[in-house]
């Protein structure tokens, strides 16, 4: 099978477990993991902040920067298609009272002008809007990298007004490579950021926030409140740390590997990527029912010739690459796609 339904699909690789047995650890929450000390370290030495915090998921790295920055009854501006709201369990309502309030992009990302006269008024009446959340890349929008030119615009709105800026940075590594632009350059723009190793890095586990000191400090609260707080973790941090030893430079390969997939879409009969460019790793299709029925019939179709894809719409599928498809793999899956009709 060649399984290209999510980049959380990969198995860790040789490499990365003898990492793992190897690791030095020790209880981390009483702050005494060497390893998981020594990726916090890196982490916020790597991303341009003060610290760093080891979770268990991007979910809850994004969902404390949430409960860090608002407080009940606050709203917070995104995208609609962006995974804080959509595809976080309604998150920020259950666990901090805040709402969202989603301004629709060009296919995930927003542009500074819509930032314009959007606060609410400091009244008694009105929802109080205090934080900004992006994504880069945007994974709904088709893997798209952020235009850098508008997060510095629209970080500039923020700072004018007192907004607090975070960066769902799950795939910040793909628009690292895709742009040739560094990490720090990228989370310079934000008070805060997330970054996930599951994804494209290939570990089993793991996701950090990166701040201030102080906004760190109080993260490790929360952290524990959410019930994430973990023990000999180090197991896991030597994974993350492998990882950005040896999965980074690699990622262009998974984006070489979603240009030819894209190529058999643009050929196939039915088929319509959108959007049309793929830039990342990411490749999201629309389906034609009349020609080929729904995503989920595609899906079907495709399983039986060893090709797994993700249906997440009546007539839409995800595709991604990862560390665990080859160029090999993906040339014949792309055949299996040309050959759909
Ligand atoms: C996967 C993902 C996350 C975090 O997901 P977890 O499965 O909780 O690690 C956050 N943001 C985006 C854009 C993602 O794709």
Not at 201 to 225: C, E, F, Q, Y
Not at 279 to 295: F, P, Q, S
Request: include cysteine; charge should be neutral.
């Amino acid at each position: 099978m060649i399984d290209l339904r999510s980049d959380t699909v990969s198995r860790p690789t040789p490499g990365m477990k003898a990492a793992m047995m190897a690791a030095e650890v020790g209880d981390d929450v009483f702050g005494e993991d060497p390893s998981v000390n020594a990726l916090e370290e890196r982490l916020a030495d790597l991303l341009g902040h003060e610290a760093a915090i080891f979770v268990p998921s991007g979910t809850m790295a994004n969902q404390i920067a949430i409960r860090l920055h608002c407080r009940p009854g606050d709203e917070l501006l995104c995208d609609t298609t962006s995974h804080v709201y959509l595809w976080e369990g309604g998150g920020p309502a259950a666990l901090s009272g805040v709402t969202c309030r989603t301004l629709e992009g060009d296919r995930g990302l927003l542009k500074p002008e819509q930032f314009e006269g959007i606060i609410r008024p400091k009244d008694i009446h009105s929802v109080q809007t205090r934080l900004v959340c992006l994504e880069n890349t945007q994974n709904r929008g088709g893997g798209r990298v952020y235009p850098i030119e508008d997060l510095r615009a629209i970080s500039g709105w923020a700072k004018e007004h007192n907004i607090a800026m975070h960066l769902d940075g799950a795939r910040i590594w793909n628009a690292i490579v895709a742009s040739g632009i560094p990490a720090k350059e990228w989370c310079k723009h934000f008070d805060t950021v997330s970054v996930c190793f599951s994804k494209g890095l290939g570990t089993p586990v793991g996701s950090a926030l990166a701040g201030s000191k102080d906004t760190i400090h109080t993260a490790r609260r929360i952290r524990k409140l959410f019930g994430g707080a973990m023990r000999q973790v180090g197991f896991l941090a030597a994974a993350c740390k492998y990882a950005l030893d040896h999965h980074i430079d690699r990622l262009a390969d998974d984006h070489a590997n979603a240009k030819l997939l894209a190529h058999a879409v643009r050929e196939a009969p039915g088929l319509k990527l959108v959007p049309e460019s793929v830039e990342t790793n990411l490749i999201w299709i629309e389906v034609d029912r009349t020609k080929l029925g729904t995503a989920r019939d595609v899906a079907h179709k495709l399983k039986i010739h060893g090709v797994l894809v993700a249906p997440l719409g009546d007539q839409v599928i995800r595709a991604c690459t990862h560390l665990d498809v080859s160029k090999a793999d993906c040339a014949r899956a792309g055949d299996v796609i040309r050959k759909l009709a």
